[in-house]
């Protein structure tokens, strides 16, 4: 895959950064060099390895999976600069 100017400057808004002309051609090439990077990685054989939570041995610590405090809408609602049926409004970001 490879990433062209009109990507990032479209990657750039989406992310709502301002990004000048003159960075535009250094973010392609770095982003095609992470492109680049994961594509190599895809590469690696890793049959037989197991998935790992730690670079150290170690169990994961469990906690009881239980309800504690329920019922907390309207408080945590009562924060919130707008709501709307026990949700959060939110202006829209994404396109």
Same mark, same amino acid.
């Given at each position: 895959?490879?990433?062209?100017?009109?990507?990032?400057?479209?990657?750039?808004?989406?992310?709502?950064?301002?990004?000048?002309?003159?960075?535009?051609?250094?973010? @392609?090439?770095?982003?095609?060099?992470?492109?680049?990077?994961? %594509?190599?990685?895809?590469? *690696?054989?890793?049959?037989? $390895? !197991?998935?790992?939570?730690?670079?150290?041995?170690?169990?994961?610590?469990?906690?009881?999976?239980?309800?504690?405090?329920?019922?907390? @809408?309207?408080?945590?609602?009562?924060?919130?600069?707008?709501? %709307?049926?026990?949700?959060? *409004?939110?202006?829209?970001? $994404? !396109?």
């Amino acid at each position: 895959m490879s990433v062209d100017q009109a990507t990032v400057r479209r990657i750039a808004h989406l992310a709502r950064i301002k990004v000048t002309d003159e960075e535009v051609p250094h973010l @392609a090439q770095e982003l095609n060099a992470i492109l680049a990077f994961v %594509e190599e990685l895809s590469a *690696v054989d890793v049959e037989g $390895v !197991e998935p790992m939570t730690s670079v150290t041995p170690m169990q994961m610590k469990m906690r009881a999976d239980v309800v504690t405090e329920g019922d907390q @809408a309207e408080p945590i609602l009562s924060n919130a600069p707008a709501s %709307e049926d026990h949700f959060f *409004v939110v202006p829209k970001v $994404v !396109e």
